[in-house]
């Protein structure tokens, strides 16, 4: 599988030791005009230095340093003079691995924590511009009791005496807190000081220099060679076909999969959104048949996401043929996409069609994911950059496997029906209300629970409707939107009343995480 984001720019490794929030250092590291790159904390220090990283992070993770088997690095990357910040399990690491002291605490520090700098602390560049007393957050039971050789504290808390340390002159740091979580007053600071006080960065991470980039690769990559890419009339599909048609112009042919699990309306909005936009072929297969039938009866949810994985292969492969051989398969794979559906020290939370769920044997030379490694607020400058209208570029997201994962239980024709009834009056009513644009996902979803109600002075008992809304820049952690009352209100009352066997409709209000932005 091709990924053809191996960028040119200035790069800072995250190691991954299995932390919740490895996501979001990255996050953070974008966000300050920094390429990074996560990669498992096990990689061979040959190609890490093949890398030339200008600075190196440790993540947390669940891990005890002084367990036996305990994730660790070659000790040789301390001597390659590159900066390292290491972060909660990372900071004890770094100390333990360089000879210092870290035992379990008589007390736990779990959430917001008073931090102090020291003087030492005061005087580094790590700490520019932060104030001297401020709120960070601690999740730990280890701490580090003594600090190896030539290191300094940084900063205290009441119950962790080296909740920061460095050594300037080696240019390595360790914070026992988590920086990259907003909690953490000074955490963008630290972490920007870092990477442009310590690491010199020169901030060359440009959506103009990554279209060029791109591009330029896709046609190393794929010559004068037939290209297909599927096309899901969502941006990240969109984005990729745009790469692909400018670098490689009528090669290119796209497939837009009828899966019969669609929105109301979406085949002509995607038809006319993709004419409008591209001068591309676009082929629309209506497999609508294959994909209601494969998934009857079906109710776990990663049995749907992995049916609907290989189906959509099938599909593809069916309609290649019909063109002749067709060397390269393209998709808009983006960087949640493959952390959701597992890495070596991550687990899966769910298997993404175009991930997790892509059957062993692929009738394709090659899968090409030019997107791979960017979030989605960055593919949605990336669209802006090349060109892309602003309706398509920001065009509500909708899962691959469509409604079948916005449906719990078994799916039917008569449950697609209700739910494509509901979601279409949610989304009728948002849009009136002028709040399309301020939220960042938004859809029902027909649970397989089912309650007792009165219509007129019959008794009912049909299905519970769930309304879910988030605002999001990068769909790795989400907030539930604070909607109006009223509108939640006017939904519910159009729904019991237009659509038949909804009784009862509840609006979720949970953060991703603990929960995820669908709800399989």
């Known amino acids: 599988m091709s990924n053809l984001s191996s960028f040119s720019h200035q790069t800072v490794v995250i190691l991954d030791f299995g932390g919740q929030t490895a996501m979001l250092i990255a996050r953070r590291v974008r966000e300050a005009h920094v390429f990074c790159e996560i990669l498992p904390w096990h990689t061979p220090l040959a190609d890490i230095k093949k890398r030339s990283p200008i600075g190196i992070i440790f993540s947390g993770g669940p891990a005890f340093v002084t367990d036996e088997g305990a994730p660790a690095v070659d000790p040789a990357l301390y001597d390659l003079g590159v900066p390292i910040l290491g972060i909660c399990y990372g900071c004890q690491l770094l100390a333990h691995q360089l000879a210092g002291r870290v035992e379990v605490g008589t007390v736990r520090e779990y959430g917001r924590t008073n931090l102090r700098l020291t003087s030492a602390g005061q005087g580094s560049a790590l700490w520019k511009n932060i104030d001297g007393s401020s709120i960070c957050w601690m999740s730990h039971t280890s701490y580090v009791a003594q600090l190896p050789a030539g290191f300094a504290a940084h900063a205290t808390t009441d119950n962790c005496p080296s909740a920061a340390f460095g050594d300037d002159a080696r240019r390595l740091y360790g914070v026992q807190f988590h920086p990259e979580v907003t909690h953490t007053a000074c955490g963008r600071q630290l972490l920007h000081n870092f990477m442009y006080d310590i690491c010199h960065a020169t901030g060359d991470w440009d959506m103009s220099h990554v279209a060029t980039e791109i591009i330029a690769d896709l046609k190393a990559k794929i010559g004068d060679k037939p290209v297909l890419c599927a096309l899901s009339g969502g941006v990240d599909s969109s984005v990729t076909a745009t790469l692909v048609e400018k670098a490689v112009g009528d090669q290119l042919t796209c497939v837009f999969v ?27 297969a209506d497999a609508s048949d294959q994909f209601l039938s494969a998934l009857a009866g079906v109710t776990d949810p990663e049995a749907k996401r992995k049916i609907i994985g290989e189906l959509f292969i099938r599909t593809f492969e069916a309609e ?12 808009g794979t983006i960087y949640p996409d493959v952390i959701e559906s597992g890495s070596p020290t991550s687990a899966r939370i769910k298997s993404h069609h175009n991930v997790g769920g892509l ?84 859809f029902a979803v027909l649970t397989n629970l089912r309650s007792v109600g009165v219509m007129g002075d019959e008794r009912t008992y049909d299905y519970v409707l769930a309304l879910r809304a988030v605002i999001t820049t990068d769909f790795m952690t989400a907030q539930a939107a604070h909607l109006p009352y009223e509108l939640l209100e006017k939904v519910a009352g159009r729904i019991v009343n237009e659509v038949k066997h909804i009784n009862r409709i509840v609006y979720e209000v949970t953060s991703k995480p603990p929960s995820t932005i669908e709800w399989e």
């Open 258 to 284: 009828d899966t019969g699990l669609l929105r109301s309306g979406e085949v002509s909005e995607v038809v006319d959104a993709f004419s409008a936009s591209s001068r591309a072929r676009l082929i629309t």
């Open 320 to 331: 290649a043929k019909k063109i002749g051989h067709v060397n390269f398969f393209v998709q």
């Open 359 to 442: 059957p062993e044997v692929i009738d394709f030379d090659d899968i090409v994911e030019p997107l791979r490694s960017l979030f989605k607020d960055e593919v949605r400058a990336l669209g802006l950059e090349l060109g892309l209208p602003e309706n398509l570029v920001y065009r509500q997201p909708f899962p691959g496997p469509g409604l079948a994962i916005r449906i719990i239980g078994d799916i039917t024709r008569d449950k697609l029906d209700i739910l494509r009834a509901a979601d279409k009056i949610f989304r009728d009513e948002v849009a009136a209300a002028g709040l399309h644009r301020e939220l960042s996902q938004y």
